[in-house]
Every structure is written in structure tokens, then in C-alpha cells.
């Protein structure tokens, strides 16, 4: 089973408990910018017979709008020992899943969400990896920013994810990529494309 694989399980039979950590793991995602936290209150009613309804208060808090960076490892030494079979196709498909998937939320909560930017940095030497690259992008705007409500409303800074990448480049084998194409990248200052930050490093694009 792929989620597995993934991602672990924890299962009980009887006495015995079986628990097996995934090889992905991935942190809580952190909003770029301050968000503007909205209290919103609504009535529900509810059919409880025919030509009868019963009401009922809502209420929740919502986003109008959260550029959300998330950071995740893929963990050779936790699938090598504990036998999960792994492999580099698992992989592809999560990112498949989580680029086409997060366009594809279609409840209430999530409807509108839309991937930006996915990035997958492969290695040449196990047990090695940078760590906490989401930090090293920054959403740079001219307005407050309770008040960002599109993409477009600002442009990612990879200025230091790029000198980060390219410092460890010998420990790098290549580094996959996709980004949506409303968004507007600048480095050093300047507008930049992500193809031309990354010249000289391995970075095959995703066709997804």
C-alpha cells in the first residue's frame, strides 16, 4: 500500500501492536505574511420533515487569503530499517498527488486552494540534506499584509534559496520543480525566472 510506504501506520491485532514511522514527514505549514483571521457567523437549517425545517447558529473562522509554505524530508534510513519498500516512483506520485491534488479540494474549507511552487531537492549522498528551506523564501509586497488577497499581490523572494542551493551544489544531484505561472519570482533584488536563479544546476521541470 502506497500510504504505507509513504507515510507509516500504526495497526492492533488483538495483543500486538505493530507501528511503523513513514519515511515522509513533512512540517505544519506557516503562512508567509500576516493573515487577516475573520470571525463569520451563519444559520443552518436542516429538513426534519415535509414542509418542516429546524435552524440552527454557525459559526467559524476563516482565511480570505495565506501564501503557506510547507517543508518535508524523505527519510532513507527510516524505510531501510524498518524493510519499507520504498521506492523513487512512491515519490513522484506523492508530488503528482499534492500538486494536482491540492487544486482538486473541492469542500467548503478548501475550495480555491491553489499549489504555487513545489520544489523536490534529491541528493547525491544519503544521510545529507539542508534543512528548513521554506525559510529561505520570503513573500515580498508594498501593502499591509492583512490586506493580500491574491498571488499576485506580492512576489517570491528566493534570493537566499538560491545561494543556499547553489553553496551545496556538489551534494546536490538535481532538483525538480513546478510553479504556477501567476507567480512572479525576484532574486538578488531583481525579477527572475526560477529556470534562470537555478542555470547551472540539475533542475529537470515537472510536467504535471
Not at 116 to 144: A, S
Request: aromatic share 8%.
Amino acid at each position: 500500500c502506497i500510504d504505507v510506504r509513504l507515510f507509516g501506520a500504526t495497526t492492533a491485532v488483538k495483543d500486538k501492536v505493530m507501528t511503523l514511522t513513514g519515511p515522509v514527514q513533512f512540517k505544519y505549514g506557516k503562512s508567509l505574511h500576516k493573515v487577516d483571521l475573520m470571525y463569520v457567523k451563519g444559520t443552518t437549517v436542516m429538513p426534519s420533515g415535509e414542509g418542516r425545517g429546524q435552524g440552527t447558529f454557525t459559526e467559524k473562522y476563516i482565511l480570505p487569503y495565506s501564501l503557506i509554505a510547507f517543508y518535508g524530508i524523505v527519510n532513507e534510513n527510516a524505510a531501510i530499517n524498518q524493510n519499507i519498500p520504498l521506492t523513487d516512483e512512491d515519490v513522484d506520485l506523492m508530488l503528482e498527488g499534492m500538486w494536482n491534488g491540492t487544486k482538486n479540494l473541492m469542500s467548503g474549507s478548501k475550495i480555491g486552494h491553489m499549489p504555487r511552487l513545489l520544489i523536490e531537492v534529491v541528493y547525491q549522498e544519503n544521510n545529507y540534506q539542508i534543512g528548513e528551506l521554506e525559510k529561505r523564501i520570503k513573500f515580498v509586497h508594498e501593502m499591509e499584509d492583512e490586506e493580500i488577497r491574491d498571488i499576485q499581490d506580492g512576489k517570491l523572494d528566493i534570493t537566499e534559496l538560491v545561494a543556499v542551493l547553489k553553496q551545496n551544489q556538489e551534494k546536490i544531484k538535481l532538483i525538480k520543480y513546478i510553479y504556477d505561472d501567476r507567480v512572479t519570482f525576484t532574486c538578488n533584488g531583481e525579477e527572475c525566472t526560477l529556470e534562470k536563479a537555478l542555470k547551472g544546476l540539475n533542475i529537470p521541470k515537472l510536467q504535471y
